[in-house]
């Protein structure tokens, strides 16, 4: 599978429209007859999965045990607000009221491109999250992907 790669400035129409940039639906060959599911993300955005993405986190989550409280409370969590969205003929999706609440979007949206996932953040929160990038990145990365290393050498 590949890996979504880029970060756009979008603007919503005042019905909630985006139009999918070029260079993102060239990544996006199956959108039209697959379709793409939009959920809510763990920080103030969204999140949108191909079809085919959010059918193997459903199988995932299916696998879990429902008798557990916190596991059904995580699964009601995470699919809250899931919705279908789907390519009108200019290249447009209709992005749910209740989730551009969520996240607080107006009408100025930045989609960043996650690996097999699309975010979508209002554009100043957006901002304001990668004001907050650490003094030394460097130290961060080592935090988080020197431990690869260590796994790959053991």
């Known amino acids: 599978m590949s890996h979504f790669l880029g970060e756009f400035d979008c603007k919503l129409d005042a019905k909630g429209r985006m139009m999918v940039p070029a260079g993102l639906k060239k990544q996006?060959?199956?959108?039209?007859?697959?379709?793409?599911?939009?959920?809510?993300?763990?920080?103030?955005?969204?999140?949108?999965?191909?079809?085919?993405e959010w059918d193997k986190i459903v199988d995932d989550l299916n696998k879990l045990n429902q008798y557990e409280k916190k596991t059904r409370e995580f699964i009601r969590y995470f699919t809250r607000g899931a919705s279908e969205l789907s390519l009108d003929s200019a290249n447009r999706v209709l992005l749910p009221k209740q989730l551009l609440e969520y996240a607080?979007?107006?009408?100025?949206?930045?989609?960043?491109?996650?690996?097999?996932?699309?975010?979508?953040?209002?554009?100043?929160?957006?901002?304001?999250?990668?004001?907050?990038?650490?003094?030394?990145?460097?130290?961060?990365?080592?935090?988080?992907?020197?431990?690869?290393g260590k796994a790959n050498n053991e």
């Open 28 to 52: 996006l060959p199956g959108a039209e007859t697959e379709g793409l599911v939009i959920n809510r993300g763990f920080e103030k955005h969204l999140v949108i999965y191909t079809r085919k």
């Open 104 to 148: 607080g979007i107006g009408a100025d949206v930045i989609l960043s491109c996650q690996f097999n996932k699309i975010e979508v953040w209002a554009k100043d929160a957006y901002d304001q999250a990668l004001d907050n990038e650490p003094e030394n990145f460097a130290n961060l990365a080592e935090e988080v992907m020197g431990k690869l």
